[in-house]
């Protein structure tokens, strides 16, 4: 009798450092990261000793107080960006050079400028807009793929519940670019005009794309709430998602369900996990499509600053 062909081995996880043990690093990224087959966070850095221990910890990875170090401490496929936003460019600069596609929290810089200079990067990164992993997968297939679109989407949540970690962005930076980025996901159109009124706390924006009107709510300072609603152009509901207030107590009331956050993270990280082993990543947004995104929020900036004007959306030159 001929010998059974040998059994095919798994592939070794794949490893990955992470700069920045932050709120979402130790809430999202970590216990996504335990989730998620195939990978393991091996090395974190972050100049707060205390928060890169904690999240050391929690991971079993080795912890590092620069990305340098981080860098130089072993071998890594992949390198998530979760610091804060003005230091995303030095440190995907910084992986870029070493060889590997990071993917870098949403937004991906603080303004377009920034975010244009990532897209020139090689390898350029990939951008986490987690809600593509959650609404973006829920609605994707039943917008209409032609026709014009009239979009409403709201995002708010109370900051003091987050507990933010030395961090206090405007509406616009911390939510405004989910909202853009699932708008044009799902739209799969090219910004065209803006016009945006903003507080610190709380932000409206009215986009124009090539085929929709869209209608944006953040707030900082309300309860949880995220609504994401579409409707042709004769104004019939065609998608609709929904999360947050009373529904949202009452499914805790009923029992325990696995956090949102979490969950569209790990679909996140399975997907970069893919672009790294060179599959399809899916809906995972490039960096192109980030740059978009901070694109129409210097116009929404632009717009507010001029008392709600409305201002074409400039520097796009890959549709989202």
């Known amino acids: 009798m001929s010998e059974p062909p040998p059994a095919m081995s798994e592939p070794a996880p794949l490893r990955l450092g992470l700069i920045g043990c932050g709120r979402l690093a130790e809430r999202g990224y970590a216990p996504a ?12 850095s972050d100049p707060d000793r205390a928060r890169r221990g904690l999240l050391a910890k929690r991971t079993g990875a080795s912890a590092h107080a620069t990305t340098a170090a981080l860098l130089a401490a072993g071998p890594l496929d992949g390198i998530l960006v979760c610091s804060s936003p ?6 995907a600069v910084a992986v870029a050079a070493a060889g590997i596609t990071a993917l870098i929290e949403k937004p991906p810089a603080p303004d377009a400028a920034g975010a244009l200079r990532l897209v020139a990067l090689a390898p350029a990164p990939w951008i986490g807009f987690n809600r593509r992993f959650d609404q973006g997968l829920k609605l994707a297939g039943s917008v209409p793929a032609f026709g014009d ?15 933010p970690i030395a961090r206090g962005d405007d509406a616009l930076l911390d939510l405004a670019p989910h909202l853009i980025d699932l708008a044009l996901m799902l739209t799969g159109a090219p910004p065209v005009a803006v016009r945006a009124q903003a507080e610190r706390e709380r932000a409206g924006i009215e986009l124009a794309t090539t085929r929709a009107r869209v209608r944006i709510e953040c707030a900082t300072n309300r309860p949880h709430r995220e609504l994401v609603e579409v409707r042709d152009v004769v104004g019939h509901r065609v998608a609709r998602a929904v999360r947050g207030g009373r529904v949202r107590g009452v499914a805790n009331r009923l029992g325990p369900v696995k956090h949102p956050l979490v969950r569209s993270l790990a679909r996140q990280l399975d997907a970069y996990a893919c672009a790294l082993r060179g599959e399809d990543p899916g809906p995972l947004a490039t960096a192109a499509e980030g740059a978009a995104t901070m694109c129409v929020l210097d116009a929404a900036r632009r717009s507010d600053a001029l008392g709600g004007e409305t201002m074409p959306v400039e520097g796009v030159t890959i549709q989202a």
């Open 33 to 44: 990261a335990a989730a998620v087959a195939g990978i393991d966070i091996v090395a974190v």
């Open 86 to 91: 003005e230091h995303h460019e030095e440190a």
């Open 149 to 163: 679109l009239q979009l409403r989407l709201v995002l708010q949540y109370r900051r003091k519940s987050w507990r």
